[in-house]
């Protein structure tokens, strides 16, 4: 009897099967020397012979690169050994473990240290080489679930994140100091049990998405979430600082689920603007149905996922929201040096449409112009989250860099892309070949050598 792997087993998901580092690295064109420092990646990555009962459940691997001075010295992927790794539970007679985290979906540096998350668990810590030091939760103050995206402000240097939960309290604001040392915890009031993964700040707010899907003990995936024509979408806008969540306003939305948000910032008619893309109930319903190996899914992991806007007016009392472009999209990002300010660059990952039809393609969108320049990949060929690394000296927002690492089923390998930010149509400036396929990843940052210092 043939057993049918789910999706997020085959083709640019299969799971690597062993820890391996490789040194030496060949490199086409030339690595600029600002280039010093850690791209990490991370990605849901079961041992051998694990069928998890959804993509996010696959144990967490991270995946790094090291370039220094114009050379790309060693590739590594390392298991976070967390104690889901070896199968403790998550629940237990006690209660939910934190610390049996799959630690599989991002990866940040904070206070000097790099952080592996999950949003279900507490980080876990990494060392620059890639091993696994243990849970940190602030020396005991972090008693909840973290966000695997938190918001570092370019401004100040504090690291906002959340904790999301089903049951109360359903949503928890945390901000921690630059140096990573001094937490400090909000419970906001108001939120609901519907599922929040991602959240924006801009320069006096921060803003949470309450969308249409909400805790489904229906569901047996083991992530018990499901959408809900009866779970209200709702807008949270919360003022930054002590007692800001006592003054919390929640404006309705139209149905929908936002996974990512781009960026969000404060206009100069006062509105709070917010931008990522959205999914309505069939986009949601069929990208659930990849994720959980179902049938009636779309051929990729993100099925309807368009780029959306909404311009919160506090005055009015009122939400407009708008589609901003027709592209299949997931993964935006931007030069963080905007976050939480507007920006003018965004950029994106294109999917082939549900069936399948079309190749993956980057994308860089120009917000003042309105326009958008493309850069398809090869068929068989799937490049990760696009992260911007500013050049040295540069004045312009796009002056920089965009880091993409590229699975190839065609030749079983992958390879990282060093673009150029300005102009996508541009050769790339350097290509790293990697020794072995990697599998598609989902977020990851790059880290310079003076934040680990």
């Known amino acids: 009897m043939t057993t049918v792997l789910p999706p997020y087993l085959t083709g640019h998901y299969t799971p690597v099967t062993d820890e391996a580092t490789a040194t030496g690295l060949t490199v086409e064109g030339h690595l600029p020397p600002e280039l010093t420092g850690r791209l990490i990646r991370n990605s849901h990555n079961p041992k051998p012979g694990v069928t998890p009962t959804h993509w996010f459940k696959g144990s967490g691997m991270v995946h790094g690169i090291r370039l220094r001075e114009g050379r790309a010295e060693w590739y590594r992927n390392r298991w976070v050994h967390t104690p889901a790794l070896d199968g403790a539970p998550y629940l237990t007679e006690h209660g939910p473990d934190l610390t049996a985290s799959t630690a599989g979906t991002h990866v940040i540096e904070h206070g000097g240290r790099l952080l592996a998350l999950c949003e279900s668990a507490l980080p876990f810590e990494l060392t620059p080489e890639l091993e696994t030091v243990g849970a940190f939760d602030w020396n005991g103050r972090l008693t909840s679930a973290m966000t695997a995206h ?69 569901d047996h995936s083991g992530i018990p979430y499901g959408w809900s024509d009866e779970q209200p979408a709702r807008i949270g806008v919360m003022p930054r600082g002590a007692g800001g969540a006592a003054k919390v306003r929640w404006l309705p939305l139209q149905p929908g689920y936002a996974m990512h948000l781009a960026n969000a910032y404060e206009d100069a008619a006062g509105r709070i603007v917010v931008e990522g893309p959205s999914v309505g109930r069939e986009g949601w319903q069929r990208s659930w149905n990849w994720w959980v190996g179902a049938p009636d899914r779309g051929a990729e992991p993100n099925s309807g996922s368009r780029s959306r806007r909404w311009i919160v007016d506090l005055a009015a009392g009122a939400v407009r929201e708008e589609q901003t472009d027709d592209l299949t999209v997931e993964f935006p990002t931007i030069n963080e040096a ?106 990851g940052s790059w880290i310079p050598d003076a934040d680990l210092a």
Request: net charge negative; glycine share 8%; charged share 20%.
């Open 150 to 218: 938190p918001k570092e402000d370019p401004a100040t240097g504090e690291l906002h994140f959340f904790a999301s939960s089903p049951f109360p309290p359903h949503l928890i604001h945390h901000v921690s100091s630059p140096d990573g040392t001094v937490l400090t915890s909000q419970e906001v009031p108001g939120a609901s049990a519907a599922l929040k993964h991602d959240f924006a700040i801009t320069e006096h707010y921060v803003v949470f998405l309450e969308g249409s899907v909400t805790l489904d003990l229906s």
């Open 338 to 443: 905007f976050l939480g300010r507007e920006h003018r660059y965004q950029y994106a990952l294109s999917f082939p449409d549900d069936r399948g039809v079309g190749n993956h393609t980057l994308v860089k969108y120009d917000r003042r112009t309105g326009g958008r320049q493309l850069l398809p990949v090869g068929t068989g060929q799937l490049p990760s989250e696009a992260v911007f690394v500013p050049a040295a000296g540069a004045a312009d927002e796009d002056a920089g860099y965009l880091l993409t690492v590229v699975s190839d089923l065609n030749a079983n390998a992958s390879k990282l892309l060093v673009l150029d930010a300005s102009d996508l149509s541009a050769s790339p400036v350097a290509t790293v070949h990697l020794p072995r396929r990697v599998p598609a990843m989902i977020h």
